[in-house]
Antibody, heavy 121, light 108 residues
Framework: EVQLVQSGAEMKKPGDSLKISCKAS????????IGWVRQMPGKGLEWVGI????????RYSPSIQGQVSISVDRSIATAYLQWSSLKASDTAMYYC??????????????WGQGTLVTVPS | SYELTQPPSVSVLPGQTAKITCSAD??????GHWYQQKPGQAPILLIY???ERPSGIPERFSGSISGTTATLTISGVQADDEADYYC???????????FGGGTKLTVL
């Protein structure tokens, strides 16, 4: 059974750094793209970026590139989303999800439960 | 910026058919996919590659594409179908993905 289990909710201050995780199981981690989706409070889904665990090829949405970093640790089948300096505007639910196909046929077939990141202004 | 355009809301009576559209210039060149999200829950994949249904998704949910518009059709709508629905495709460049703004389906 494919499962993506994300780390718990975080409350941080502006300027803090943060790394949230997504632990994959039930499939061959290195053989599927894995990505992140942002959902700001009361808003829709936004594509953040995806990574190929095999060689860490990363594709970011231009609107978010530079604000976050995506990485993986293949040895523990875990993907990460990282910020070096959080802003209040980073407050959102972040989902990780698996992609069964690569570019440009992107879609997500399995999703994590979400990690709520709160950065009070 | 490249956009997938969805109606903000659709309302339907129980048992009727709901159609949710998603328009974008590059849809003839890239697949359209659909997700359902209920309050407080992660999205789930409803339709992929324009019209394919993952296992476990009821046949009431179907997808189609005509020109630059993808359509999600929900037949025999039930109260439990009340949710937000998002289309998703690739940016016209193919270099990353994009989501539509979402459609709130209300079952009257």
């Amino acid at each position: 059974e494919v499962q993506l289990v994300q780390s718990g909710a975080e409350m941080k201050k502006p300027g803090d750094s943060l790394k949230i995780s997504c632990k994959a199981s039930g499939y061959s981690f290195s053989n599927y793209w894995i990505g992140w989706v942002r959902q700001m409070p009361g808003k829709g889904l936004e594509w953040v970026g995806i990574i190929w665990p095999g060689d860490s090829d990363i594709r970011y949405s231009p609107s978010i590139q530079g604000q976050v970093s995506i990485s993986v640790d293949r040895s523990i089948a875990t993907a990460y989303l990282q910020w070096s300096s959080l802003k209040a505007s980073d407050t959102a639910m972040y989902y990780c999800a698996r992609l069964p196909l690569g570019p440009p046929n992107y879609y997500f077939d399995f999703w994590g439960q979400g990690t709520l990141v709160t950065v009070p202004s | 910026s490249y956009e997938l355009t969805q109606p903000p809301s659709v309302s339907v009576l129980p048992g009727q058919t709901a159609k949710i559209t998603c328009s974008a210039d590059a849809l003839p060149n890239h697949y359209g996919h659909w997700y359902q999200q209920k309050p407080g829950q992660a999205p789930i994949l409803l339709i992929y590659k324009d019209s394919e249904r993952p296992s476990g998704i009821p046949e009431r949910f179907s997808g189609s594409i005509s020109g630059t518009t993808a359509t999600l059709t929900i037949s025999g709508v039930q109260a439990d179908d009340e949710a937000d629905y998002y289309c998703q495709s690739a940016h016209s460049s193919g270099s990353y993905g994009v989501f539509g703004g979402g459609t709130k389906l209300t079952v009257l």
